[in-house]
């Protein structure tokens, strides 16, 4: 902080630090990465941006504007110029990368870099740079693409929770998505009966915390709001989250972060699914086949012998005669195996099989 000011160019933000009350933050041990604006930086704002901020009424806006100028640790320019991005106090991440043989940080170019200071370093960018400010239903209402997720978060009673301080991280399936799920999956998930049903299934895509991709891969899963835990992980070319395929990540908005996948994941076991067969055996090859994958075959052939039980128990017209006999006779092959490798294999064939067959009725 006292490097700064005596600087001299820092004037307007030696000001803001002080109406955000953190200039006693930025004078503690640290240490801390600054990227500070000079005051021409913060001219380029549009007019009465600064005056606005300053006021007592915006200082939380104020002050998650400076921490995302502040990265925890001592950063130089040598570091800085391998990374892609860095985490930053306001808890979001800037990017960082080269443009036009410049290193700029989001948007701003690195102008001075590595002036040492007792308890950290600074590095001087040429515009203030900005942390996302929609909370995540307001992000994904812009998008434009999570209209049926939106529909589904208010029929559950959600979007209050979602747009709450958080912050949390949400796997958020497309319209897309949503319409692979069986006919009138959607619309009867959203009658008010249906609730707690919708609930548990949206539950089931948040993560409590701000994990970004590289975060979940490196965890290999994650325990969601629902109690139940997804799989995070490269398979082939693909991320994915269970089965469903990551297909944008690491959307930034000012309570979390938003994850694109290609579909609707749901819990097992999820009383939602009990009238939906097809969803039963996506759920169950989302379990079984991990399971085969680590060895624990046994375990896999469990899963798959239970859903086609569960299946030929239930009453649902998408179900034909035909697809019951197939079912029925796997399920009694299984049973006369001694074998959980030729279980699983030949309850696994049934349930693809069965899984078509209603595909193409459809």
């Not at 005051?39 to 600064?50: H, M, R, Y």
């Not at 090859?285 to 239970?306: F, H, K, S, W």
């Not at 029925?328 to 049973?335: G, K, M, S, V």
Request: net charge negative.
């Amino acid at each position: 902080m006292d490097t700064a000011v005596e600087a001299g160019s820092f004037k307007t933000l030696a000001v803001a630090l002080e109406a955000a009350d953190l200039i006693g933050t930025l004078k503690g041990d640290g240490p801390f990465t600054v990227l500070a604006p000079t005051d021409e930086a913060f001219s380029k704002l549009p007019e009465g941006t600064v005056e606005t901020l300053l006021k007592p009424e915006n200082k939380q806006d104020l002050i998650n504007i400076l921490t995302y100028h502040v990265v925890p640790g001592a950063v130089p320019g040598k570091v800085i110029v391998k990374l892609s991005d860095a985490d930053t106090l306001n808890g979001q991440r800037v990017t960082i990368g080269f443009s036009e043989a410049r290193l700029k940080v989001d948007g701003a170019n690195v102008v001075g870099s590595d002036i040492e200071c007792s308890n950290g370093i600074i590095h001087v960018v040429d515009q203030v740079i900005l942390p996302a400010a929609d909370d995540i239903p307001t992000a994904a209402s812009k998008a434009g693409s999570f209209t049926t997720l939106l529909a589904a978060a208010r029929a559950a009673g959600l979007v209050e929770a979602l747009s709450g301080e958080g912050p949390i991280t949400i796997f958020a399936p497309t319209d897309e998505a949503f319409a692979k799920l069986a006919d009138g999956t959607v619309s009867s998930l959203l009658k008010p009966e249906n609730k707690a049903k919708l609930a548990s299934i949206l539950k089931y895509h948040v993560v409590a915390g701000r994990v970004y991709s590289d975060e979940a891969l490196a965890a290999g899963e994650a325990k969601t709001l629902s109690g139940g835990s997804v799989r995070i992980a490269i398979d082939g070319d693909a991320a994915k989250v269970n089965d469903a395929v990551l297909i944008a990540t690491d959307m930034d908005t000012s309570n979390g972060v938003i994850h694109v996948i290609d579909s609707v994941m749901i819990p097992p076991g999820s009383e939602g699914t009990a009238n939906h067969p097809q969803q039963m055996i996506r759920s169950a090859i989302e379990q079984g086949a991990p399971l085969y994958n680590n060895g624990r075959v046994d375990q896999c052939a469990a899963v798959y012998m239970t859903t086609v039980s569960n299946l030929l128990s239930s009453n649902s017209p998408q179900m034909s005669s035909s697809t019951r006999h197939t079912l029925q006779t796997a399920l009694t092959n299984a049973q006369h195996s001694h074998s959980s490798d030729s279980q699983a294999w030949t309850l696994r064939h049934a349930l693809d099989h069965a899984y078509n067959n209603m595909s193409s009725a459809r």
